[in-house]
């Protein structure tokens, strides 16, 4: 990585680290028509069996420290998770309530059934032959994760870190946790289950992709890039004065400054500021279409493609931005904008990268029972949303809102 990228990554990480969650003819439907999808299914019947039947295979960080692994007991085996921090990761396996995280999205693999190998596929489904279990490697760096637990510190949110060259996530860290130990084992799933879900801070959502939250002024970052595509000058003046409305039809509607500041401001001012009014007016200015279209650019409202699935955010509650106030809340972050602090790890990643957006994954590869590599997880990058010189422009600007006199006011954000 040249010296450049690193520190247009550290500054993009800065900026966004600080701001924050189913007869013959059936039987041969279901078995060759719909088997792919069944087989995968995290309650199809003969994955859940395999729980409690057979080890599955193990579930290690980068550093190669074992996060899940089976136990034998004398009912069969259970689940032992060795990092309560990466619950929400690794998942659970639980012979009465399915798997989630790592242990559903790649349930075949940790039960000796490679999805990437026909044969295996076919001994399994019709010879009920298995190989032995596969293991999994996520991209989890220990020393990030531990870093982004501390700095969560024990309050309700999430933190995640994703390298932007190619998509791997580094740490992912949601509160409240969960202990997916307790779930795995038969003598206290069920009373586990039933605490977990009355719990009413939901702690089994994983809050990196699922939890959906305004996103305040990290979503600057789309503004000003559906601004700059648009012709908008990132050297003309705007002026601010708070409290401000376009007009009086907005009645008793105003934007408030962020930074209680008034005067002549560039895009880059108002990136050092973090300043709403500025960005409510260059929003105005190239319309709710357009930044409804760079939103989507982005992903907002599309699933990030991740392997652990989440949810896909809105722009608005009708997908459109139709009132002059609408647009003029979105375009600081906040309206009716919902979206998943993974969402906007890979919009900060995709102005790292000269626009091109990663595709995010947890997994890194597959191996077989004896270690060796048998798939590499690297997916290629959902595509480019931008212009680079766009990402350019936009990386110098928030480097220097981060790194800059005045920093605090946007990584405070």
């Not at 690193?6 to 924050?20: D, K, P, S």
């Not at 991209?139 to 309050?155: E, F, M, N, S, T």
């Not at 990290?218 to 012709?231: D, Q």
């Not at 590499?376 to 680079?388: D, E, K, L, T």
């Amino acid at each position: 990585m040249t010296r450049s990228i690193a520190a247009n990554i550290r500054g993009l990480t800065l900026a966004i680290a600080m701001t924050f969650l189913v007869t013959s003819v059936g039987v041969g439907y279901w078995t060759l028509v719909a088997g792919d999808e069944l087989g995968s299914d995290p309650f199809n019947p003969r994955l859940v069996a395999a729980i409690r039947d057979r080890p599955r295979g193990f579930i290690k960080d980068s550093a190669g420290n074992t996060l899940a692994e089976s136990v034998q007991t004398p009912d069969g085996y259970k689940r032992v998770y060795r990092d309560k921090t990466l619950a929400h990761v690794t998942g659970y396996a639980s012979f009465q309530f399915g798997a989630s995280g790592i242990e559903a999205a790649y349930a075949e693999s940790l039960v000796g059934q490679d999805p990437g190998d026909p044969l295996s596929q076919w001994r399994a489904r019709y010879l009920r032959e298995r190989e032995p279990p596969g293991s999994i490697v996520l991209g989890i760096d220990p020393k990030v994760q531990k870093a982004a637990v501390d700095a969560l510190g024990g309050r309700r949110g999430a933190i995640v870190a994703i390298d932007p060259r190619n998509g791997a996530i580094l740490a992912s860290a949601s509160w409240p946790q969960y202990d997916a130990s307790l779930i795995s084992d038969p003598a206290t799933e069920d009373a586990t289950w039933k605490q977990v879900n009355a719990d009413p801070d939901k702690p089994l959502i994983n809050r990196v992709t699922q939890g959906l939250y305004p996103p305040g002024s990290t979503f600057k970052i789309v503004t000003g890039a559906a601004a700059l595509e648009s012709g908008v000058d990132p050297n003309a003046k705007v002026r601010v004065d708070d409290p401000w409305q376009a007009d009086k039809s907005w009645g008793s509607y105003f934007v408030r400054s962020s930074s209680r500041a008034h005067g002549d401001y560039t895009m880059a001012d108002g990136y050092r500021l973090s300043e709403n009014i500025y960005f409510a007016k260059i929003g105005l200015q190239i319309g709710g279409p357009k930044l409804a279209e760079y939103a989507q650019r982005f992903g907002i409202g599309s699933s990030t493609r991740c392997d652990i699935t989440g949810a896909k955010g809105q722009l608005s509650r009708t997908g459109v931005l139709d009132r002059p106030t609408l647009v003029a809340d979105t375009s600081y972050g906040q309206g009716e904008l919902l979206v998943s602090p993974l969402q906007m790890a890979l919009v900060a990643a995709a102005v790292g990268m000269g626009g091109v957006m990663p595709t995010p994954h947890y997994a890194t590869e597959v191996r077989d029972a004896a270690g060796h590599a048998i798939r590499v997880i690297a997916p290629g990058p959902i595509g480019q949303v931008i212009r680079p010189e766009t990402a350019r422009t936009l990386t110098t600007m928030l480097v220097g809102a981060v790194e800059g006199p005045g920093a605090f006011a946007f990584a405070a954000k």
